[in-house]
């Protein structure tokens, strides 16, 4: 077949085939390495090669598409890419690029030949039906961060402790190594609630760490935070997990051996178990002490973080009976500098700690 050569329209050609595929790339990378999802990867990846098999069925094929190929001169190559504040966004961005990008090969191959126009609409509706297999599969749970690799710091304040002067120290322990907080109140207003804890979130988003609220998971899902975490009296965890949709990290307090094994086996992301010492927070519990913890650590198969009594003196044998994470409280309050009092405790498990430490500091006042 006599193939008349418009340098244009194999330059239209070779733009989207290139855009095609590099957007698959980037859906399939993200299926394998961030989602963990080998068998979606693959379906992504065979759709990727069928569209660069495509390019065979394109009169000319790969020279006409070469010799047409002028990035240096193209306007858009400097276009700032789109800023996505989230996965589900990168995620469904993508997809659209490689729709769109399929679209003008189909309609720029009509006037070369109606079959190689309909081997790209095919594979077009193939994407769409890939598109809601995959994003319904893992809806809720893109943008569901993970428990921060053991062993880390687990920080709980109240309202006053982050909204008075003791904000900034309590989030300076963010900058000092602590990759968890948890907003425990049992006594404001909602409205108030729910302001501290956006503000709470934002600065997670920034740092990097996990914000968690305690017990409300509908203040959690509407102020962004990154979990909820449910006491023995709170809702169940079937039912939050059905609110929350998959969307939210999930922990439940324990106080006991046979509590936490109960606990662990409904599946919430992890289990807090404590106190191990005795707490100034709830003197009216008992401690399980340290070997309770141990046998703890070693029967569920989920993040355990250690509450109850923790400070610089007794962290390290918190860590070394297999805690994931140590949850501080009176110790951090009571401290006048609470960030180098944190590095002082995570110089003292030096070697387990050194992944801690976020990578950038960030502002607060933003």
């Known amino acids: 077949m006599r193939v008349h050569y418009d340098t244009r329209l194999f330059r239209i050609l070779d733009a989207n085939l290139n855009r095609a595929a590099e957007g698959l790339r980037v859906i399939e990378d993200f299926l394998r390495f961030y989602k963990d999802a080998p068998a979606q990867a693959k379906k992504i990846r065979t759709l990727r090669h069928r569209i660069r098999d495509g390019i065979k069925k394109i009169p000319g094929g790969y020279g006409y598409l070469i010799n047409a190929r002028d990035a240096a001169s193209d306007p858009c190559r400097t276009t700032s890419p789109q800023v996505k504040h989230d996965a589900q966004s990168m995620l469904v961005s993508n997809f659209r690029r490689s729709q769109e990008a399929i679209r003008v090969i189909e309609e720029s191959l009509t006037s070369l030949s109606t079959e190689y126009s309909a081997y790209f609409a095919a594979l077009r509706f193939e994407l769409y039906q890939l598109e809601k297999d995959i994003i319904t599969s893992t809806a809720g749970n893109l943008n569901k961060k993970s428990i921060p690799q053991a062993p880390f710091i687990y920080v709980i304040g109240s309202v006053g402790d982050f ?39 934002s600065v997670a988003w920034k740092s990097g760490a996990v914000f968690i609220l305690n017990d409300r998971v509908d203040l959690a899902l509407m102020s962004g935070a990154d979990g909820v ?16 949709g998959g969307s939210l990290l999930i922990g439940v307090s324990t106080h006991s051996y046979q509590g936490a094994l109960r606990a662990a086996d409904e599946g919430p992301d992890y289990i807090s178990a404590g106190p191990v010492f005795r707490s100034p927070t709830k003197p009216e519990l008992t401690p399980i002490g340290l070997k309770a913890l141990r046998r703890i650590c070693a029967k569920v198969k989920i993040p355990v973080v250690a509450i109850g009594g923790i400070n610089e003196t007794n962290i390290v044998q918190v860590f070394e009976a297999g805690a994931s994470g ?14 180098r009092y944190l590095k002082k405790i995570l110089r003292k498990v030096a070697g387990r700690t050194h992944q801690c430490a976020p990578k950038k500091r960030f502002n607060l006042n933003k």
């Open 326 to 339: 140590a949850a501080m409280i009176s110790a951090i309050k009571n401290t006048a500098d609470a960030e």
């Open 163 to 201: 909204t008075s002067n003791r904000c900034k120290a309590l989030m300076s322990l963010v900058e000092g190594g602590a990759r968890v907080i948890q907003l425990r109140e049992k006594n404001a207003a909602d409205v108030e609630l729910l302001s501290v804890a956006k503000r709470m979130a």
């Open 229 to 244: 975490h449910l006491g023995e009296s709170d809702l169940p965890l079937s039912e939050v997990k059905k609110i929350a």
